[in-house]
């Protein structure tokens, strides 16, 4: 599957970005989708993931409550809606899928395909 990221930008501290990850092939159902993050000089690391059917749903601590992760099995998409942005948000954002995986996936060898970034700055 191929994965293409879009809807990163410039926003300031507190707006919102909705970021989107397009999947190729008919098999996206099947796979866990998630999105990571990595900031400059610093990990990749976990951000959201959601089950094949949209129904589960994984959140990292430091977005709970202000990101949320949603799919459109029709669309073959998957998207994080970013609301109440920090400076601390800022770094390219990466979506992932992996079969027949599990919505609590979290780490980055557990997924099998990975889009390309998209970056997300926040100023203060």
């Known amino acids: 599957v191929q994965l293409q990221a879009s809807g990163g930008g410039l926003v300031q501290v507190g707006g919102s970005l909705r970021l989107s990850c397009a999947a190729s092939g008919r098999t996206f159902s099947r796979y866990v989708m998630g999105w990571f993050r990595q900031a400059p000089g610093k990990e990749r690391e976990f951000v959201a993931a959601?089950?094949?059917?949209?129904?589960?749903?994984n959140h990292a601590d430091s977005v709970k409550g202000r990101f949320t992760i949603s799919r459109d099995n029709t669309k073959n998409t998957v998207y994080l809606h970013m609301n109440s942005l920090k400076p601390e948000d800022t770094a390219v954002y990466y979506c992932?899928?992996?079969?027949?995986?599990?919505?609590?996936?979290?780490?980055?060898?557990?997924?099998?395909?990975w889009g390309q970034g998209t970056q997300v700055t926040v100023s203060s």
């Open positions: 959601i089950s094949w059917s949209g129904d589960s749903t």
């Open positions: 992932a899928a992996g079969w027949l995986g599990i919505a609590t996936m979290g780490e980055p060898y557990e997924y099998d395909y």
